[in-house]
């Protein structure tokens, strides 16, 4: 049984992409709907929250603790670790920079979050990034507000900056924002990649759990009836990673 | 292990959708790449070309075969389950129908898909909708033009009918589309919902599979500090099921 807490709604988009990874997995879900939002709280409030949201969790007989909501996660992330030494707890900054270097092509990150995520520097501290905060989206999002005409103004005064930094990955640095996403994407363009947090951290619980079952990842195999460089290229695109093609010839070959 | 065929390189959305809800599933995969397109050959050759794949499939110990292709599930789905009885055989076309008819909330459904699948009437003997054939998007996809003004000019021309149409839901009726997703996207708007065929044939593919074994899927909890109506709301459309929403008091709510 994996315990999310968040803010709000945000660590919904994690509780979702989770139930994807692995849908034989139990969610406990926790939203501090009574103290959100958390992003433009003092990091010492945050911290002592995401503790107190993990006791409650872990009295729930969580085994594992996601913190669903960036900013917690920025200012709290080895404060938990520390607290609950026994527990393993994920959060949702570090598999989203691995994401992003992985996939950018010209080395421009941006990242938007939170002033408390933005200012506690969780994501700086990896590499040189773009950084935007854009304290209004979480009240927005919780609001039920996706599609508001105040809503899209607002979102393009925070992305211009990041688009004329030539930017070609930005890290949605908050589990509210992929609520946001066909929005945030249709004014950064289609040659701006999103990386959403909530799918790595998905993406990485399921690794863990199956490397915790000793279960082998599989090999999976790719055969096509006829080699295209670009199919090789596409595929590991789109996949993303490398795979191995194998040509075979079917009956159709010899007509 | 899951065999899966297409075409080329569309039945990888599905494939890639398969790895995520089932990590710990082999996948093997067949792009008929040196008989690409399907989608304007007569649906005698396709339906042929279908059961040689599935054929080669099997030798190579597939358990269950996913057409990863509109083309192939539109006029072959059926012979293929009458060819195999004994296989679980899984189509791309019911799935993605009954995911539309669930999120349209103005009843306006609109398709697109090959020459091949659109005439086949495979969609529209379900419902009524509003049909258009995009007979560019494989080749263009196949040949890595992704985001060619060539491909956005053409997308333009296939796509504004239906939205001059009005329909709120638009079903990807080829796994070569979500690799357009962003562009289609982008032309739709935000208000017009993408129903991916790829996403919704993996969930009924883990939820076969979980029934097969008798797994129970869990059901999960939500907890909230504060219970507001728009948090339910928001949170059921986004993870497209009913919660049942439990208000917690925790420490705080005393201080």
Redesign the interface.
């Known amino acids: 049984m994996i315990g999310i807490f968040d803010s709000?709604?945000g660590g919904?988009?994690v509780?979702?992409e989770i139930?994807?990874?692995?849908?034989?997995?139990?969610?406990?879900?926790?939203?501090?709907?009574?103290?959100t939002p958390y992003g433009n709280k003092s990091p010492e409030v945050v911290a002592q929250?995401a503790i107190?949201?993990t006791k409650?969790l872990l009295r729930?007989k969580a085994k594992a603790i996601v913190v669903g909501c960036n900013t917690a996660s920025a200012v709290a992330g080895l404060k938990l670790r520390k607290e609950f030494p026994k527990v393993p707890i994920f959060e949702v900054i570090t598999p989203a920079v691995r994401e992003a270097l992985r996939v950018t092509r010209n080395g421009k990150i941006g990242v938007i979050g939170t002033r408390t995520t933005i200012g506690s520097g969780a994501y700086q501290k990896w590499c040189k990034m773009h950084t935007r905060e854009c304290p209004l989206f979480v009240p927005l999002?919780?609001?039920?507000h996706?599609?508001h005409p105040t809503t899209h103004e607002i979102a393009r005064h925070y992305l211009e900056p990041l688009k004329r930094a030539g930017i070609d990955t930005l890290i949605l640095g908050c589990t509210h924002y992929p609520?946001l996403k066909?929005?945030i994407?249709?004014i950064m363009?289609?040659?701006v990649q999103l990386v959403d947090s909530a799918e790595t951290v998905a993406?990485e619980i399921?690794?863990v759990k199956?490397k915790m079952q000793n279960?082998k990842?599989?090999?999976?195999?790719?055969?096509?009836?006829?080699?295209?460089p670009?199919?090789q290229?596409?595929?590991q695109n789109?996949?993303g990673h490398k795979i191995e093609l194998r040509e075979?010839r079917?009956?159709?070959?010899k007509d």
Request: net charge positive; no cysteine; charged share 25%.
């Open positions: 709000g709604l919904l988009t509780a979702k139930m994807r990874a692995l849908p034989g997995q139990k969610i406990l879900y926790f939203g501090d709907t009574a103290r929250y107190e949201n409650f729930k999002v919780e609001a039920g996706l599609n609520l066909p929005l994407k249709s363009g289609n040659t993406r399921a690794n199956f279960v990842l599989p090999k999976h195999e790719f055969y096509v009836s006829k080699k295209t670009k199919f290229e596409i595929a789109w996949l075979i079917t009956k159709q070959d």
